[in-house]
């Protein structure tokens, strides 16, 4: 089968001809339609993601959506035909899904949500997983709360907008004035980051209270602003990128908590996987109810053109996600 090979970190992604797998027990063989390029799948590439854990020669790609070839010993959940998506390799020893085919854990798997095409499928995986995990798992969003999300225009911040409107939150996003209308199509209230000061944005949207959730998609800096903007006593932070060092005390005289969550656990020790099968059945309900659609990059990538999709997310030129068209 095609496949796009990384045969050593810093180099250019090459178009090869390898091996194509075989389902093994308790795996599906999926003919990949398309497959969503993430920030993280340029970084895994660069050599700059470490705790993706990748070893080379690698296929990259996290996220795919495709039909199902053929079923493993034991599986009784799919069956061939089946068009199915999900986040399924791309990091550890898991091979990606810039390729032809892929032997997938089933349990990573949902079907397809009618309502979606094969390209909005596979936009979804990561950043929806990532959004469930911090919005719905850790900080347990619920109607009547006011959710703040930083980088509301981003992938992971656009399908946590639309997760917090379908539990029935209020939700304001920050993001810049190019991307205000991103943040509103989504139906979130737009707060200009570059010209509005956390204590101004708390003051005009809370009162001075502070949001009840706090979902950082940013990092750094953002999350020291995410801890200045939470409710006092029964505020939650939750952050997907939470890795540098902070000062907590903004959070602790607050008496407000803290998540951090880390999407790509279950690829990498096996555990957990079940509850992503769960979340992207999730998403196919809220897909197919009108809740959720992600914003796609009108480009048009193929295998042959991986390397340009890549510098088109890593340049920050991409209006939507980038999806690379397989089949």
């Known amino acids: 089968m095609r496949a796009v090979v990384l045969r050593e970190f810093d180099t250019p992604l090459v178009l090869s001809e390898i091996d194509k797998p075989v389902a093994g027990p308790g795996q599906v063989l999926v003919r990949i339609e398309a497959s969503g390029v993430n920030p993280l799948d340029t970084k895994i590439r660069a050599g700059k993601a470490a705790h993706a854990r990748r070893t080379l020669p690698a296929v990259l790609g996290l996220d795919l959506a495709g039909v199902v070839e053929e079923t493993g010993p034991g599986v009784t959940a799919f069956a061939p035909g089946d068009e199915v998506f999900g986040m399924t390799g791309g990091v550890g020893d898991v091979q990606g ?22 390209r909005e499928a596979a936009a979804l995986p990561l950043v929806f997983i990532t959004a469930w995990e911090g919005l719905v798992d850790r900080a347990r969003v619920h109607a009547g709360q006011k959710v703040l999300v930083h980088g509301g225009a981003g992938g ?35 707060i200009d980051y570059t010209t509005t000061a956390v204590q101004e944005y708390v003051a005009e949207h809370t009162g001075g209270d502070g949001f009840d959730v706090v979902f950082d998609t940013v990092g750094g800096s953002v999350l020291d602003d995410s801890f200045a903007a939470v409710r006092t ?35 990498l020790t096996g555990r957990g996987r079940e509850h992503h099968g769960e979340i992207m059945r999730e998403a196919a309900t809220l897909a197919d109810a009108g809740a959720l659609k992600p914003l796609l990059d009108p480009r048009h990538f193929t295998l042959a053109d991986v390397t340009d999709a890549h510098a088109a997310v890593e340049s920050g030129t991409a209006r939507g996600k980038v999806v690379i068209d397989v089949s």
């Open 97 to 118: 899904t810039l390729a032809e085919y892929a032997a997938v854990d089933a349990r990573l798997l949902a079907r397809k949500p009618a309502a979606l095409s094969m």
């Open 233 to 267: 006593y029964t505020g939650h932070v939750v952050s997907a990128l939470g890795w540098g060092s902070h000062s907590l005390a903004p959070l602790s005289f607050r008496g407000a908590t803290y998540s951090g969550v880390f999407t790509l656990l279950p690829l």
């Open 156 to 190: 992971i911040g656009q399908a946590a907008v639309q997760i917090a409107r379908a539990r029935g939150a209020e939700v304001f996003a920050t993001a810049s004035p190019a991307r205000r209308e991103v943040v509103q199509r989504l139906g979130a209230t737009p």
